[in-house]
């Protein structure tokens, strides 16, 4: 048995000793999710770090995610989390991650809001910043000041679609939703509601 000691956890994070399914298993991050839709990441060390995850050393990490199968059913243990061999022990150093608000927020710098390229917005960055907004944006904000409110919102219909090089739904979704945890509207009880209707992390294709 391999015993892999987090260099640090959220206190937002989720309480372990609950039943939890492996959701996904990447480079980076392997997700591990509950029934109620409750989601800890861990992390490799220097790839990000979220509200909601323990932070593993780089080496220990790449071990973890190499010995994985995929298919391991997690398994809470008195230590702490037990995957296949390994055992990620109860974090001991635990940090509040908080983002304090400006008090007067910048506006887009003028030179943007120039530009005539097209984005992933349905037109230049202007369009998409003033209004009235395409009718697509309006139908976007719409689903997620819904979501926001608690209102149980199927994002299937939305990520993985969208003008431009990339799936720009997914961009759009991700800076709405850093946004919204910035200034207050998000925060970590609400976010563990806001993919609930989705199921999302059932269709990630795992390695």
């Given amino acids: 048995m391999t015993i ?7 206190s937002s994070a989720p309480n372990y000793r609950q039943s939890w399914r492996l959701a996904g298993v990447w480079r980076r991050a392997i997700n591990l999710m509950t029934e109620s839709g409750e989601l800890l990441t861990l992390h490799r060390q220097g790839s990000g770090f979220g509200p909601g995850g323990w932070v593993l050393r780089r080496a220990q990490f790449d071990a973890l995610c190499g010995g994985l199968c995929g298919n391991e059913r997690p398994q809470v243990v008195a230590q702490g989390i037990r995957l296949g061999r ?11 991650l908080r983002i304090t608000p400006p008090a007067h927020p ?3 710098a003028a030179a943007w809001m120039q530009r005539a390229e097209e984005t ?10 003033g209004d009235p907004l395409p009718a697509e944006l309006r139908q976007f904000r719409h689903c997620f000041q819904a979501a926001l409110n608690g209102v149980k919102t199927d994002w299937r219909h939305w990520l993985g679609k969208g ?6 739904h997914d ?4 800076g709405m939703l850093l946004a919204a945890w910035y200034y207050g509207a998000l925060d970590a009880r609400s976010g563990r509601q806001f ?6 992390f059932n269709s990630l294709p795992q390695r």
Wanted: neutral net charge.
């Fill in 106 to 108: 910048q506006p887009l």
């Fill in 4 to 10: 892999i000691h987090p260099l640090l956890a959220s």
């Fill in 120 to 129: 992933g917005l349905f037109g230049p960055l202007a369009l998409a910043a």
């Fill in 195 to 200: 993919f609930a209707c989705s199921d999302i």
């Fill in 171 to 174: 961009d759009t979704l991700s």
């Fill in 86 to 96: 390994f055992t990620v022990k109860q974090p001991q150093r635990y940090c509040l």
């Fill in 163 to 168: 003008p431009g090089l990339t799936p720009s």
